[in-house]
């Protein structure tokens, strides 16, 4: 590359702005696209993702759940609450007297079903508003922006 060329796409960059920001940008109305649906399943995008992992990977430990999430055991915590008290989510007795299993109850199975549906209409929607082949690149750009970014620190994808 040439220095005329290099130095015009510093200045691009400038006038592009800060990629954080716009990453949160994007972020911010995906999740609120989701949301929008999820809401008519009585859940939060966050919760949902909650009971899928849970449902798929079985009763685990609170601590394993949050290394698996990426997420730090306090967010975790927080995030479990409305589920637990939704009667969707159970802590059970572990393996000894001081731990404890997340479950899946059998009310959190039937709002997981519920929210599936729910979660498959934003996907097609989003896929819609965007098209298949912008959806499809950006995917590829995100896995290749999180593999030059690995490895991230263990609670450094907080919810």
Same mark, same amino acid.
């Given at each position: 590359m040439n220095e005329k060329t290099r130095l015009s796409t510093q200045a691009e960059l400038k006038v592009q702005g800060c990629t954080n920001v716009k990453l949160r940008q994007l972020m911010r109305r995906v999740a609120h696209h989701y949301d929008l649906e999820m809401a008519k399943a009585g859940l939060k995008t966050t919760q949902y993702s909650l009971l899928t992992y849970v449902l798929k990977l079985g009763p685990m430990r609170p601590g394993e759940l949050a290394r698996g999430m990426k997420m730090s055991p306090s967010t975790l915590t927080r995030n479990l609450k409305p589920l637990i008290d939704a009667g969707w989510i159970e802590l059970t007795a572990g393996t000894d007297a001081r731990s404890r299993t997340v479950v899946l109850t059998d009310a959190g199975r039937a709002k997981r079903e519920e929210a599936r549906s729910r979660w498959r209409v934003a996907q097609e929607q989003l896929n819609a508003l965007l098209g298949t082949g912008r959806v499809l690149a950006l995917h590829k750009l995100i896995? &290749? *922006? =999180? &593999? =030059? =970014? *690995?490895?991230? &620190? *263990?609670g450094a994808d907080d919810e």
């Open positions: 896995n &290749e *922006s =999180l &593999e =030059l =970014l *690995s490895p991230v &620190e *263990s």
